[in-house]
């Protein structure tokens, strides 16, 4: 006797289960999952499959691979960026400077509370700058 060959899934599943996308309205009503629901929670419970030596044979419908070797790039979407200052570079400059102008006069004393990192008001060129006169000893034991 010959096998019926095996012509793929039909486009609706006449099953009930709630892991069905599109089974039919029954006595949930209108608080049944919906499609979008159902579809991301049989997503999740998806497994890779693998051969006899562990190599991924079937990858994961949601995880995408790049090749080796390109430059993955984050899209610049608002809302990801939107609990974040953000400072002009001539404004951090001429607050720079001021401060600056504070530091060195003793009698001055800044008051306002600023909301800035104190990291971008040392000027890091000039912090890292080590002077020719000095030398280190290496003793050897």
């Known amino acids: 006797m010959v096998k019926p060959q095996y012509k793929g899934?039909?486009?609706?599943?006449?099953?009930?289960?709630?892991?069905?996308p599109d089974r039919?309205?029954?006595?949930?009503?209108?608080?049944?999952?919906?499609?979008?629901?159902?579809?991301?929670?049989?997503?999740?419970?998806q497994k890779e499959r693998r051969?006899?030596?562990?190599?991924?044979?079937?990858?994961?419908?949601?995880?995408?691979?790049v090749a080796p070797?390109?430059?993955?790039r984050v899209e610049p979407n608002i809302k990801w960026f939107a609990n974040t200052r953000v400072i002009k570079q001539s404004s951090l400059q001429k607050f720079q400077d001021e401060?600056?102008?504070?530091?060195?006069?003793p009698y001055r004393v800044v008051m306002k509370k600023s909301k800035l990192p104190m990291s971008l008001l040392q000027d890091r060129i000039k912090s890292h700058v080590r002077s020719i006169l000095c030398k280190d000893l290496f003793l050897f034991d």
């Open 9 to 20: 899934r039909s486009s609706i599943n006449p099953s009930t289960s709630s892991s069905n």
């Open 24 to 45: 039919p309205k029954g006595v949930g009503g209108s608080h049944m999952r919906d499609r979008a629901t159902v579809k991301r929670l049989n997503m999740y419970r």
């Open 51 to 65: 051969n006899n030596r562990g190599k991924v044979i079937k990858t994961l419908q949601y995880q995408s691979t």
């Open 69 to 72: 070797g390109t430059v993955a």
């Open 99 to 105: 401060m600056d102008r504070v530091k060195k006069d």
